[in-house]
């Protein structure tokens, strides 16, 4: 058990058990073996087992060329794992969903300037395993009902008031946590201020900076995807074949220009029409 709390905090270590607890309750009822059968069936077709391999590939290339920096060793293999099966996945999933070039450094960021080092901080100061056991499922249950309170409360106004009072509860659990953070920054400052940790901080600031390209391309993809598709609805084989050579030309890597694209085809415009917009942007 010690050296397993070496590698892993009291934390992770927490929500493994009972990550393994849900995993193996949940095995024994048939209906959601069936389910998770043909969500791994999903996940195993053809481009989203290519997407994920290409990263993994990617993935793992970066993490070799960090090796060689002062940004990333060994220790921070835990860390990296962790982020690549958690945050970039989130980051994947939001990528395909952005239109514009711009948009999408920014919604990669805006969701992690905060939680960053919030995460890294309130993750470094954990509790004793037993306290965690008991911490991390009533939280994730009170979360998960503000969460379903939340959003039946805009077609029932009954829930306004769950959903407000599970909110409060969340507030205070996070401004506790917060203040004992603060307290042991205060008594405990050299702990922190080390060379590991600076590290440790800085690694998903350089993780997703590194994982920018792969992030643009699938986004990209995604958009040259639904573009074609929408293609085949309303146009012939020769004439598809003919725009896809000239969007591609126009259009290049650039998200925005596919994206707008792909909103004009509809059954008002012809194939020329279409290629004389694209020239024309």
Request: with cysteine; proline share 1%; aromatic share 16%.
């Amino acid at each position: 058990m010690n050296e397993l709390l070496t590698i892993f905090s009291t934390r992770e270590f927490s929500v493994i058990i009972w990550s393994l607890v849900i995993i193996l309750l949940t095995l024994f009822k048939k209906t959601i073996r069936v389910s998770a059968g043909k969500v791994l069936k999903v996940f195993l077709g053809i481009k989203i087992a290519s997407i994920l391999g290409l990263y993994i590939i990617y993935y793992t290339i970066v993490i070799f060329l960090l090796n060689n920096t002062i940004l990333w060793d060994i220790g921070l293999l835990k860390d990296s794992i962790i982020w690549l099966i958690f945050s970039s996945s989130i980051l994947m999933f939001r990528s395909v969903k952005t239109d514009k070039n711009y948009d999408f450094i920014v919604l990669l960021f805006q969701d992690f300037k905060f939680i960053i080092y919030f995460e890294f901080l309130v993750n470094f100061y954990t509790f004793a395993l037993w306290k965690e056991l008991i911490i991390i499922p009533s939280l994730s249950l009170i979360a998960i009902m503000h969460q379903v309170a939340s959003m039946k409360a805009v077609k029932n106004k009954e829930y306004k008031q769950v959903s407000s009072y599970l909110g409060n509860i969340l507030s205070i659990i996070v401004i506790l946590l917060c203040s004992y953070v603060f307290y042991k920054i205060i008594t405990n400052y050299k702990q922190l201020l080390t060379y590991e940790n600076y590290k440790s901080l800085l690694l998903p600031i350089v993780l997703i900076l590194t994982n920018l390209p792969f992030y643009y391309f699938l986004a990209l993809w995604s958009a040259y995807e639904s573009m074609f598709v929408r293609l085949k609805l309303f146009y012939s084989f020769k004439e598809i074949k003919k725009a896809k050579r000239i969007l591609f030309l126009f259009c290049k890597f650039n998200l925005q220009k596919v994206v707008e694209v792909s909103k004009k085809i509809n059954f008002d415009t012809t194939i020329d029409d279409l290629i004389n917009h694209v020239k024309s942007m």
